[in-house]
């Protein structure tokens, strides 16, 4: 295709129900704004991002199997929020202890990314057992009807996002006093 100067046109392909448009404009070519990066190429930043770490420190994910072309199952590792308080106790020499009754503790989840990642969210399950609202207490998924990121779904929410929201929920006041089953223990 041959434009003369200051003539543009628009150009678009389908590719695996991805539509990309671009405008040819001189000898620029303008890509679409609302252009939805392809699912893998989306997975692989996540990936990227996950294994340089996230903020503090206290969420990570990364991938179950290297080998899996289709980038579908991840583990996360959330380490409960610091600072909860909990009920006061009174330690064996007589100090005043206030502790979270998720402090320290380690929380690890499998989430399954389909193939219409990120279109729809993943599914999210808890491995290490858990007392949340928004967790069945027999299985460990997290229910996204009661969960609203998931329930609330944007292509713009990643895991990162999933992971950092379910360690503010075990931080939220309906959740921050339930009784927890004992650390080790796993769905």
């Known amino acids: 295709m041959t434009l003369g100067s200051g003539e543009s046109s628009v150009v678009g392909i389908t590719a ?71 009920s006061p106790f009174i330690d064996l020499d007589g100090q005043i202890v206030v502790q979270s009754v998720h402090d320290a503790r380690i929380y690890q989840l499998k989430l399954f990314c389909d193939k219409d990642y990120p279109e729809k969210p993943p599914s999210v399950r808890f491995h290490s057992r858990i007392n949340l609202t928004c967790v069945n207490h027999d299985t460990g998924v997290v229910e996204p009807k009661k969960f ?24 939220a006041p309906h959740n921050r006093k339930l009784v927890q089953p004992p650390e080790g223990t796993y769905f």
């Not at 692989?44 to 899996?68: A, C, N, P, Q, W």
């Not at 199952?73 to 909990?86: F, L």
């Not at 609203?148 to 931080?171: H, P, S, V």
Request: with cysteine.
């Open 16 to 86: 695996s129900q991805v539509t990309i448009n671009w405008i040819i404009k001189g000898n620029c070519i303008l890509i679409n704004p609302h252009f939805a990066v392809p699912r893998n190429f989306r997975l692989l930043e996540e990936l990227e991002r996950g294994e340089k770490g996230i903020g503090d420190g206290t969420v990570s994910y990364g991938m179950d199997d290297g080998d899996d072309i289709y980038m579908r199952s991840w583990t996360g590792t959330i380490i409960g929020p610091h600072n909860v308080r909990a």
């Open 148 to 171: 609203g990121l998931l329930a609330n779904w944007q292509r713009e929410y990643t895991m990162e996002d999933i992971l950092t929201q379910l360690k503010k929920e075990m931080a």
